[in-house]
């Protein structure tokens, strides 16, 4: 005896599976830049690591500036505090798409960087700011 099997569930959003809208959809690519500085006035590239960057992400603009800044206070927790203890951080981050030139496809390497937008006057999606005191909480030092 041959029985019939009937799916009558729908998918979840994000989950249709092959064919489905977000079965093929790549996250949103977002452009970073790191800026530190002195007085939380005037605002200088960080110099010691990359200061921009690409990152994907379907979190959005504000979640991809808290992680990038959470990333750069790990790898600043190995280094030697003198060159950052007094230092504010900031990170803008614009999403990329055809208002800023890029993505096209699936390759940010055409877009320009964080660096370019500002100097463009395109104003970001999130800014985070961290101040002396914040950064010596976060990094612990």
Do not use: C, I
């Amino acid at each position: 005896m041959m029985g019939v099997v009937a799916n009558d569930m729908l998918p979840a959003p994000g989950l249709e599976g092959p064919g489905g809208d977000g079965a093929t959809r790549t996250p949103p690519t977002y452009a970073y830049l790191v800026q530190v500085s002195a007085n939380g006035g005037r605002w200088n590239a960080d110099w010691t690591e990359p200061a921009g960057g690409f990152e994907r992400s379907v979190d959005g603009a504000s979640q991809v500036a808290r992680q990038v800044l959470r990333r750069r206070f790990v790898q600043m927790r190995a280094d030697d505090g003198a060159h950052w203890r007094d230092l504010w951080f900031r990170v803008d981050v614009w999403l990329l798409g055809p208002a800023t030139g890029g993505p096209r496809r699936d390759d940010p390497g055409d877009t320009p960087w964080g660096r370019q937008l500002q100097a463009d006057g395109g104003a970001p999606d999130a800014v985070e700011v961290r101040t002396p005191v914040q950064v010596r909480k976060e990094v612990g030092g």
